[in-house]
C-alpha cells in the first residue's frame, strides 16, 4: 500500500513508518519539521487543506496521527490542529477514494474524572471531556468515525500514556523535573494506571491498519494491560535516568487549586512551556484508570510484545553513556 501518516515526526508517527517501510508498503509523511529520510515527506501543516490534499495523492490508506498535545494553550488552537485538521484529512481522503483510515486518539474522550478499572472504550464526549486537549479530540474522534461508510473504512485507537526511549513527552518530563525537585506525588501515588510501551502501541496501529476492514466504525483503547500504581511507574522512570524519585506527596484538592491558579498565570502572561501543574494532571495523576484489553487484542488481533519489564530495561539502558 500507499499509507500517509501524518505527525511522522513524534516518536508513535516515526515508529508506525518505520514497520510499514519495513514490510514493504510506501510511506509518505505530512509533517511540519524536518523528519526521517527512509520515507517521502510533505512539509506543511494538517490546517492547510491544499497541502493535505497534495499529500494524499495516490493513496491508499492514512494513519491520522497529527494533533496539538498539551496540557495548555488556547482553545483555537487546539481545535483549528485537532478538529479542523481531522476535518481536512477526511475530505482529502474522500476526495481521493481513500479506502481505509486509522485515526489515533486518546482514552481522554472519555475520562470524565471519575475512576476507570477495567474500563472499555466508551463513546467520546466532548461535552464532558476535562480540558481543551481531551475536548478536542472527542470532537476529532466524533467526526472520524462519524465517516465510516462503505466507501471509507475508518477505525479510532487509544493509545494510553505511551512512553520509550527517546520521548520527551512523558518520560522526558518526568526526569527533568525529578532531577530539579519539582516532582511530586498526588494523593501518594496509589491511584492504579495503564500505559503502553512505544512499541506495542506503533504495532498496534499498524494492526488496525491491517483490521480497518472488520472493525470500521469502532474504538479502542490500546494499553501494556499491566496497570502499575503512579508512584511505581514514576520510580522506576526516574531510576532508569538515574535520578532521584519523587519523595513529597500533596493531597488532590492542593495540587488541583494549585493547578487552577497556574493555569490562570499561564493565561494571563502568556508563558511558553509546560506548567508544573494543571488540573486535569491532578486528576491524571490521582484517579485510576486502566483498561480491559480483551476486545482490543480479540477485534485487532494485536497483543503488546514488550512487557513494562523490558520496556524499563530498554529504558534504562537508552540513559547508559555510550561507549567510543
Same mark, same amino acid.
Given at each position: 500500500?500507499?499509507?500517509?501518516?501524518?505527525?511522522?515526526?513524534?516518536?508513535?508517527?516515526?515508529?508506525?513508518?518505520?514497520?510499514?517501510?519495513? $514490510?514493504?508498503?510506501? %510511506?509518505?509523511?505530512?509533517?511540519?519539521?524536518?523528519?526521517?529520510r527512509?520515507?517521502?515527506?510533505?512539509?506543511?501543516?494538517?490546517?492547510?487543506?491544499?497541502?493535505?490534499?497534495?499529500?494524499?495523492?495516490?493513496?491508499?490508506?492514512?494513519?491520522?496521527?497529527?494533533a496539538?498535545?498539551?496540557?495548555?494553550?488556547?482553545?483555537?488552537?487546539?481545535?483549528?490542529?485537532n478538529?479542523?485538521?481531522?476535518? !481536512?484529512?477526511?475530505?482529502?481522503? $474522500?476526495?481521493?477514494?481513500?479506502?481505509?483510515?486509522?485515526?489515533?486518539?486518546?482514552?481522554?474522550?472519555?475520562?470524565?474524572?471519575?475512576?476507570?478499572?477495567? @474500563?472499555? @472504550?466508551?463513546?467520546?464526549?466532548?461535552?464532558?471531556?476535562?480540558?481543551?486537549?481531551?475536548?478536542?479530540?472527542?470532537?476529532?474522534?466524533?467526526?472520524?468515525?462519524?465517516?465510516?461508510?462503505?466507501?471509507?473504512?475508518?477505525v479510532?485507537?487509544?493509545?494510553?500514556?505511551?512512553?520509550?526511549?527517546?520521548?520527551?513527552?512523558?518520560?522526558? $518530563?518526568?526526569?527533568?523535573?525529578?532531577?530539579?525537585?519539582?516532582?511530586?506525588?498526588?494523593?501518594?501515588?496509589?491511584? /492504579?494506571?495503564?500505559?503502553?510501551?512505544?512499541? !506495542?502501541?506503533?504495532? *498496534? /496501529?499498524?494492526? @488496525?491498519?491491517? &483490521?480497518?476492514?472488520?472493525?470500521?466504525?469502532?474504538?479502542?483503547?490500546?494499553? !501494556?494491560?499491566?496497570?502499575?500504581?503512579?508512584?511505581?511507574?514514576l520510580? &522506576?522512570?526516574?531510576?532508569?535516568?538515574?535520578?532521584?524519585? #519523587?519523595?513529597?506527596?500533596?493531597?488532590?484538592?492542593?495540587?488541583?487549586?494549585?493547578?487552577?491558579? %497556574?493555569?490562570?498565570?499561564?493565561s494571563?502572561?502568556?508563558?511558553?512551556?509546560?506548567?508544573?501543574?494543571? &488540573?486535569?494532571?491532578?486528576?491524571?495523576? *490521582?484517579?485510576?484508570?486502566?483498561?480491559?484489553?480483551? $476486545?482490543?487484542?480479540?477485534?485487532?488481533?494485536?497483543? #503488546?510484545?514488550?512487557?513494562?519489564?523490558?520496556?524499563?530495561? &530498554?529504558?534504562?539502558? *537508552?540513559?547508559? #553513556?555510550?561507549?567510543?
Amino acid at each position: 500500500m500507499r499509507v500517509l501518516v501524518t505527525g511522522a515526526t513524534s516518536l508513535l508517527g516515526a515508529g508506525v513508518a518505520e514497520r510499514l517501510v519495513a $514490510r514493504g508498503d510506501d %510511506v509518505v509523511a505530512l509533517q511540519r519539521g524536518e523528519g526521517h529520510r527512509d520515507w517521502a515527506q510533505v512539509r506543511g501543516d494538517i490546517r492547510d487543506a491544499a497541502i493535505v490534499d497534495h499529500a494524499m495523492q495516490g493513496v491508499d490508506a492514512v494513519v491520522h496521527a497529527a494533533a496539538k498535545v498539551s496540557v495548555v494553550g488556547d482553545w483555537d488552537e487546539f481545535e483549528s490542529v485537532n478538529v479542523g485538521g481531522t476535518q !481536512n484529512v477526511l475530505d482529502a481522503a $474522500r476526495a481521493h477514494d481513500v479506502g481505509r483510515l486509522v485515526h489515533v486518539s486518546s482514552p481522554s474522550v472519555a475520562h470524565f474524572g471519575e475512576p476507570l478499572m477495567a @474500563a472499555d @472504550a466508551d463513546p467520546a464526549d466532548p461535552d464532558r471531556a476535562h480540558g481543551h486537549y481531551a475536548r478536542s479530540k472527542a470532537m476529532a474522534e466524533q467526526l472520524a468515525l462519524e465517516a465510516a461508510d462503505a466507501d471509507l473504512d475508518v477505525v479510532a485507537v487509544r493509545p494510553h500514556l505511551v512512553w520509550g526511549p527517546g520521548d520527551t513527552q512523558l518520560v522526558g $518530563r518526568i526526569v527533568e523535573r525529578a532531577a530539579s525537585g519539582r516532582l511530586v506525588l498526588i494523593d501518594g501515588g496509589t491511584a /492504579l494506571i495503564d500505559t503502553t510501551y512505544l512499541d !506495542n502501541a506503533a504495532d *498496534s /496501529l499498524v494492526a @488496525a491498519l491491517d &483490521r480497518v476492514h472488520e472493525v470500521s466504525g469502532e474504538a479502542f483503547v490500546v494499553s !501494556n494491560g499491566e496497570p502499575r500504581t503512579v508512584a511505581e511507574l514514576l520510580a &522506576r522512570m526516574c531510576r532508569a535516568a538515574g535520578v532521584r524519585g #519523587p519523595t513529597r506527596s500533596v493531597p488532590r484538592p492542593v495540587a488541583s487549586g494549585a493547578g487552577a491558579v %497556574v493555569e490562570r498565570t499561564w493565561s494571563v502572561t502568556g508563558r511558553e512551556g509546560e506548567p508544573p501543574m494543571t &488540573r486535569f494532571l491532578a486528576e491524571q495523576l *490521582s484517579t485510576a484508570h486502566w483498561f480491559d484489553q480483551r $476486545r482490543t487484542q480479540e477485534r485487532l488481533q494485536w497483543a #503488546p510484545r514488550v512487557s513494562l519489564a523490558e520496556g524499563f530495561e &530498554r529504558l534504562t539502558a *537508552s540513559y547508559q #553513556p555510550r561507549n567510543v
